[in-house]
Nanobody, 116 residues
Framework: QVQLVESGGGLVQAGGSLRLSCVAS????????VGWYRRAPEKQRELVGI???????DYADSVRGRFTISRDSGKSTLFLQMDNLKPDDTAVYYC??????????WGQGTQVTVSP
């Protein structure tokens, strides 16, 4: 059974940094699409960034240049380094693993709050 568990969220002032982690069990985070999404209050969940099976990394325009996605060498943990955080980055951040159109997994989410 595949499980994803995020951690690393918290409260930070604008301009600060946080590093989120997503630990996977039951499957390595390679060969599939893995990424981070977020849902701000009263908004729909949106893509933050993904790593494709070929290793290409794509980011949402709103975070490009400030956020960095990476994996550990064992490919069981996905990271999201968030720098120069803004109040608009306040959201619940989710890790996602997409194996196929019918098989995908979400973590439970971790709250990130950025104060002005």
């Amino acid at each position: 059974q595949v499980q994803l568990v995020e951690s690393g969220g918290g409260l930070v002032q604008a301009g600060g940094s946080l590093r989120l982690s997503c630990v996977a069990s039951g499957k390595l985070l390679s060969g599939d699409v893995v990424g981070w999404y977020r849902r701000a209050p009263e908004k729909q969940r949106e893509l933050v960034g993904i790593i494709t099976p070929t290793g290409r990394i794509d980011y949402a325009d709103s975070v490009r240049g400030r956020f960095t996605i990476s994996r550990d060498s064992g490919k069981s943990t996905l990271f999201l380094q968030m720098d120069n955080l803004k109040p608009d980055d306040t959201a619940v951040y989710y890790c996602r693993l997409v194996i196929s159109a019918r098989e995908h997994y979400w973590g439970q989410g971790t709250q990130v709050t950025v104060s002005p």
